[in-house]
Nanobody, 116 residues
């Protein structure tokens, strides 16, 4: 299983970014997919999850601003981030929880920096 996240960068507060995660070795629509983030000195936190059935869940801190989605044909996961705040600054990770084994897989992170 390989997960490659990209799309991070430097953006001003109030701006938007779209993160992408390309998956190989799994079919993302057959598994639960999530975005996590980790800021310096903080624990990794769950940002958004999409279940196999397409249901979504978000951390309270990003509700109404972030949207998780997937493209089944391309086997890709996305995170649209709007109205970004400096506190959204973190390394963002794509993660897969395999339905059959309940194993978790992680991709390399992509840095998101929001300037005030």
């Amino acid at each position: 299983v390989q997960l490659q996240a990209y799309g991070g960068g430097l953006v001003q507060a109030g701006g938007s970014l779209r993160l992408s995660c390309a998956a190989s070795g799994i079919i993302i629509s057959f598994n639960s997919m999530s975005w996590y983030r980790q800021a310096p000195g903080n624990q990794r936190e769950l940002v958004a999850t999409m279940t196999m059935s397409g249901g979504t869940d978000y951390a309270d801190s990003v509700k109404g601003r972030f949207t998780i989605s997937r493209d089944n044909a391309k086997n890709m996961l996305f995170l649209q981030m709007n109205s970004l705040k400096p506190e959204d600054t973190a390394v963002y990770y794509c993660s897969a929880r395999i339905f059959v084994t309940q194993e978790n897989y992680w991709g390399q992170g992509t840095q998101v920096t929001v300037s005030s």
